[in-house]
């Protein structure tokens, strides 16, 4: 398995001063991932995954789990329900242990084994689950920009999705594994207005809140936002915008997206559709959704992911492995393992 972001030791970045009662910090890119997608402070709606970390795994229990998965694979046929079990029971940490522990037990890469054993989605969303999320999202930020063509859907929804502290997680793994910056080549893929914003928010100085956010400050910023925006005789200042939602804290934010409705008498989100186009008007919806209900944002991608004729497998398998830990907007193991078997 790939190491894990916090093994990279990347030197910190460190944060502007405060803005609206936050207080500046060092921000290490590649620091382990919360438990939740954003920093403790910011993440009430993410907690209770589906996925709960275990206290008492250890070595004994990742070997017992590495002999199961073994003898599921051995043989004439595979156990995919043993495959399924552990690994949709087991965070990243635990199944990260237990690939470690299966190559001392048998001298075997357990990644290679699921490769060779399954096929279809099902490996897809197993080899995802042998992955850390930022390590699988940084894996699918190169895939939308390699070769002919930019997928800027899937750029926003992992960019503008994640909350900082991810995103920082994403861009180191970026590096590790392709040793090229995920700055520069977006810089390469994307331009206009959406590549402005994307690279702001790789700079990491989003002010962290420190206590509760002033209603004045928000009101402030909603102001700015409208004069920005639909209060502006005559186009809209996009610069403007990037730089409220690449520096202002998310608890502010989202105090901001309240005050605008009673200031404006129209919704953030009205607003951007109004105001702005293609990607850039996507990628800032997503983040005022993300910001006003992480969860509510991504059971809705999920949504929109299944319906209709056919299914966006790909969509439907990164949100599950990547929010299992940390969203409990369905029931991970009975929705993946229809979806696997199918």
């Known amino acids: 398995m790939v190491p894990h972001a916090a093994e990279l030791r990347p030197s910190p970045r460190r944060r502007p001063g405060p803005q609206g009662g936050a207080q500046a910090r060092t921000v290490h890119r590649g620091a382990p991932a919360a438990s939740c997608h954003g920093g403790s402070n910011q993440c009430s709606t993410m907690k209770g995954g589906t996925i709960k970390e275990n206290k008492d795994f250890g070595e004994p229990q990742a070997d017992a789990a590495g002999q199961r998965l073994r003898k599921a694979m051995r043989g004439i046929g595979t156990d995919e329900r043993v495959?399924?079990?552990?690994?949709?029971?087991?965070?990243?940490?635990?199944?990260k242990m237990i690939g470690d522990?299966?190559?001392?037990?048998?001298?075997?890469?357990?990644?290679e084994d699921l490769k060779s054993e399954l096929g279809g989605y099902f490996e897809t969303?197993?080899?995802?689950?042998?992955?850390?999320?930022?390590?699988?999202?940084?894996?699918?930020?190169?895939?939308a920009m390699k070769g002919i063509g930019t997928d800027e859907d899937t750029l926003v929804e992992i960019l503008c999705g994640c909350k900082e502290d991810m995103l920082m997680?994403?861009?180191?793994?970026?590096?590790y594994i392709y040793d090229r910056s995920l700055e520069e080549d977006i810089e390469s893929e994307l331009s206009g207005n959406i590549r402005q914003l994307m690279i702001a928010l790789l700079q990491g100085q989003r002010a962290e809140q420190e206590g509760e956010p002033s209603?004045?400050?928000?009101?402030k910023i909603a102001q700015q936002l409208y004069e920005a925006g639909e209060g502006m005789n005559g186009g809209t200042d996009e610069d403007e915008f990037i730089r409220i939602f690449a520096t202002t804290s998310y608890p502010l934010l989202k105090l901001t997206i309240e005050e605008y409705t009673v200031f404006a008498d129209n919704t953030l989100e009205n607003a951007i559709e109004k105001e702005f186009s293609s990607h850039i008007k996507k990628a800032l919806v997503t983040m005022v959704l993300c910001i006003k209900d992480q969860v509510a944002y991504f059971a809705k991608t999920l949504f929109e992911a299944m319906d209709g004729p056919g299914t966006k497998d790909d969509v439907l398998i990164r949100i599950?492995?990547?929010?299992?830990?940390?969203?409990?907007?369905?029931?991970?193991?009975?929705?993946?393992?229809?979806?696997?078997t199918r």
Do not use: N, P
């Open 169 to 175: 997680q994403v861009d180191a793994a970026y590096q």
């Open 83 to 95: 495959i399924i079990e552990i690994l949709t029971k087991h965070t990243a940490m635990e199944r």
């Open 101 to 111: 522990r299966y190559k001392v037990q048998f001298g075997r890469d357990l990644k």
């Open 215 to 219: 209603r004045d400050e928000a009101k």
């Open 125 to 143: 969303a197993a080899l995802a689950l042998c992955e850390y999320d930022s390590h699988y999202l940084a894996q699918w930020c190169r895939r």
């Open 320 to 340: 599950l492995v990547t929010r299992s830990e940390t969203s409990r907007m369905l029931s991970r193991r009975r929705t993946t393992s229809r979806l696997l």
